[in-house]
């Protein structure tokens, strides 16, 4: 008996279709099957956050929803939202700042911190760290990723850098 | 950390759940938010033959307010009900629990029905449904049937849910004016699991409290209502005195199991200072 099912979805953009095995993973599905190794899977049991994407606009762990849910799903990795433009000032403001050292919680984190902002552009310093804190990084300390966010939630709401 | 193999079906309605629930029985696991679901299935503590996804199933999902009553829908999203202006005004205590459940892409997924089925001791929304005493709604092929949240958890991830049934609905009582509620919890990061949670529900004249509910999780195999010590605090003024007597009385309502993050002493003497702060916060103006 064949077990896999048939799904059709879009992946930043693009219309697929696929067979999946109903135990296999959406984080697994995008990194195996279409090879976008861009969100990275970690404890693979929903804690750590590595795994984080957006299905059908909203966040979401990637590891605690299986592929053949995602079925008629519109689904955004880290590769979409790089190739939109829409985390450029992110990603700048990461590099910047140090904001990463090994860059395993990069993708995901860069993800929550983008869908933070849309939420709340005027985030502070504690709502960042609040929103952040179901992605763990084990290099920075946090510190420099509050930083980065802090820094680019200032600049999208055109106030300056130390002013509040 | 990959689930064993397994079947996987999408009814379309409540018919067809059944029709799958009837045929497999005890084999089949039915898929919810899937925010605690697919960890047990990636630690492989539960290996189902069938896993039921409820996620297409139509009129599951919502929340509606009429007469004192809030119904929420088993398939609501904690980040539905997190942002539901009638639930803030309704239910201030399920309000107040959802920020402390999980982290936003949790949120996104994870169902009210879902965390009352699961029945995780450590859980706030159990907890909720015990100290506001919510009925759940359950319905079979049979027909619908409900349960007081007191007498629906059984124990350790144990409900009164039987073979065939599945919880639709939950229902609230809306706070009723002159009471207050608060849900408060210790835990060692945010988001994590409460080493000690307290759901309280009580009528308040000034720093004078009546009509108590004190529901602890995180204590226990299952929410456990503090009774002793709410019949320490009937009408009472809020005072160190009072305070101290319930504090006290906790002894006889509560006995934590020693667990991972401490012994069952420590856990008792987190409980009462929970229940010494929740409580003077909730008096205050």
Known sequence: MDATVEITLTVNGERISRRVEPRQHLADFLRVELELTGTHVGCEHGVCGACTIRVDGQIVRGCLMFAVQADGARVETIEGLTDSGEVADLQKSFVERNALQCGYCTPAMLITAAELLKRNPHATRAQIRDFLSGNYCRCTGYHAIVDAVETVARARTGRRDGAS | MKPAPFAYARPSSLDDVFDLLGRTGEEAKLLAGGQSL??????????????????????????????????????????????????????????????????????????????????????????????????????????????????????????????????????????????????????????????????????????????????????????????????????????????????????????????????????????????????TGMVEA
């Open chain 2, 38 to 279: 697919v960890p047990t299935l990636a630690f492989r503590l539960s290996t189902p033959s069938l896993l039921i996804d409820l996620n297409r199933v139509p009129g599951l999902a919502g929340i509606t307010a009429d007469a004192g009553m809030v119904r929420i829908g088993a398939m609501t999203r904690h980040c539905e009900i997190e942002h539901s202006i009638e639930i803030a005004a309704k239910l201030p205590m399920v309000a107040q629990a959802m920020p402390q459940i999980g982290h936003p892409a949790i949120r996104t997924r994870g169902t009210i029905g879902g965390s009352l089925a699961f029945a995780d001791p450590a859980a706030e929304l159990p907890a909720c449904a015990v100290a506001l005493d919510a009925q759940i709604v359950i319905a079979s092929r049979q027909g619908a049937r409900r349960v007081r949240a007191r007498n629906f958890f059984k124990g350790l991830y144990e409900t009164d849910l039987g073979a065939g049934e599945l919880i639709t609905a939950v229902e609230f009582p809306a706070q009723p004016p002159g009471y207050r509620s608060r849900l408060a919890e210790l835990a060692r990061r945010h988001g994590d699991y409460a080493l000690v949670g307290l759901a309280a529900h009580a009528k308040t004249e000034g720093d004078r409290l009546s009509d108590l509910r004190l529901a602890f999780f995180g204590v226990g195999s299952k929410p456990v209502l503090a009774v002793q010590a709410a019949r320490e605090l009937e009408g009472q003024h809020v005072s160190a005195t009072a305070l101290a007597l319930a504090a006290e009385a906790l002894d006889d309502d509560l006995d934590p199991p020693d667990d991972l993050n401490g012994s069952g002493r420590t856990k008792l003497h987190l409980a009462r200072v929970l229940l010494s702060r929740t409580l």
